[in-house]
């Protein structure tokens, strides 16, 4: 079974950058649309990004031309690349394997954005 496990979260400045990194401990293979996802204080969890088994990409409005996910197959990891960040990006960032038994979840990190 897949298990997620994300890192690379911290306290930024508004206008600094992070990347994300999600890893596999089971394999993933090119045909799993994997994602990032973020929650808020108070808030739902909402769709960030996602990286689809063609290769495609889709972002939400919020993040888009700031952030850019890639996957590495060979190594099992996906990656958040976060630039321009804003206070309202402040959330803890999960990311999820869509695989054919049902999702799997990391456990998140936070990314806090300081103005």
């Known amino acids: 079974q897949v298990q997620l496990v994300e890192s690379g979260g911290g306290l930024v400045q508004a206008g600094g950058s992070l990347r994300l990194s999600c890893v596999a401990s089971g394999s993933l293979s090119r045909g799993n649309t994997m994602a990032w996802y973020r929650q808020a204080p108070g808030n739902q969890r909402e769709f960030v990004a996602g990286?689809?088994?063609?290769?495609?990409?889709k972002y939400a409005d919020s993040v888009k031309g700031r952030f850019t996910i890639s996957r590495n197959n060979a190594r099992n990891v996906v990656s958040l690349e976060m630039n321009s960040l804003k206070s309202e990006d402040t959330a803890a960032y999960y990311c999820k394997a869509v695989l054919p038994y049902g999702d799997v979840w990391g456990e998140g990190t936070q990314v806090t954005v300081s103005s």
């Open positions: 990286i689809y088994p063609n290769g495609i990409t």
